[in-house]
Structures are given as structure tokens and as C-alpha cells.
């Protein structure tokens, strides 16, 4: 297996398997900058996915209270979509060999050190 697709391997691991994946990743290839880079991209996706589904949640749970609740189940509906877009996409850019920069989730990325 050649180095670069080895990279891809356990980069598509840390993207793909949230939490565990990019442990693993950054523990059996700590050097490699491909993988650092998609391992903590993965962390902080994830950070950026709970924390949007918290606040849809609230927003949710406050237009139920004044009778919206089908918007808040729609909104919640809609971020969903987006997350799964938004993590198909991170797959697809994985097998591709790039180095993927999404909004948000590469400045949180950038703050948990990567770079």
C-alpha cells in the first residue's frame, strides 16, 4: 500500500468514525500532516454539529411553547440534512486527497491546533 493512499485510509477513518476514528488516526500516524489535518477537522465537525443541535433544540423547544412547533421540527429536520451533506462531502474530498477548508468548522479546526 502506498504511502498516500495509507494517509487516505486512516484519514477517511477520522472523518468517518466521529470520536474514535480520529483518536486512532492522529495515535497510528501522529506525524503524518494529512491525517492531522482531517483528524482534527473531524473533532472539531463534530463539536460544531452538537453544538448546532443544541441550539436547534432550544429554538425548537421555544416555538412549541408559542405554537411553532412544526418550524422548530422543520429547522431541526433541515441542520440535519446539512450536517449529512456537509459530511458526505468531507468523505468524498478525503478520497479525493484534499485538503478540505469548510467554513466554521475549519476556524474551530484551527483552534484546536491545527496548522
Known sequence: MAAQEEEKIYALIAWF???????VSLILKPGVKYVKHW???????LIVAILGYAVIEIL?????????GLIGKMLTTLFGILVLIVWVIGIL????GEYWKPPLIYDIALKLGLE
Open 17 to 23: 468514525i466521529p470520536v474514535v476514528g480520529p483518536v
Open 39 to 45: 483528524s482534527i477537522l473531524s473533532i472539531s465537525f
Open 60 to 68: 425548537d423547544l421555544i416555538l412549541s411553547i408559542i405554537h411553532l
Open 93 to 96: 474530498k478525503v478520497a479525493e
